[in-house]
């Protein structure tokens, strides 16, 4: 992997969690009855999220759309065989019910998320 393509992996990563992170602060300022700061952090995580998609684009990420659904598959397929068990198991065994809560749903919601790329996939076939 050249040097550039480690970079764009980086932005990309760290474009993407401010993106989420920016919505969570909405989340909190409005919340506080705050409604122009939230706005104003809607409207960066709009932009990190164009810078994301940019950076998403130049690593070649984003394929056929056949190609996507197969990868999408994939990843959640992983999600639910082995990193959301393990994640859970570890929550559970150093008692974090909050983390224990937030992977099972995600866990639950990613059986969903695989059903329906497989079955746009066969659809798509």
């Excluded at 993407?16 to 995580?45: P, V």
């Excluded at 932009?47 to 998609?53: D, G, K, P, S, T």
């Excluded at 859970?88 to 224990?100: Q, Y």
């Amino acid at each position: 992997m050249s040097r550039t393509d480690g970079n764009l992996k980086i932005a990309f990563a760290n474009e993407s969690q401010t993106n989420i992170e920016y919505l969570a602060y909405a989340h909190k300022a409005m919340d506080d009855g705050l409604m122009e700061i939230a706005q104003l952090f809607r409207e960066a995580a709009g932009a990190e999220i164009v810078h994301a998609l940019s950076h998403l684009q130049a690593m070649g990420v984003v394929r056929t759309t056949k190609e996507n659904l197969e990868e999408a598959s994939e990843g959640e397929d992983l999600e639910i065989s082995s990193m959301y068990p393990k994640f859970i198991e570890e929550a559970i065994s150093e008692g974090r019910e909050e983390a224990v809560k937030s992977f099972t749903i995600a866990f639950e919601r990613e059986k969903h998320h695989r059903a329906m790329f497989r079955q746009a996939l066969r659809q798509l076939k």
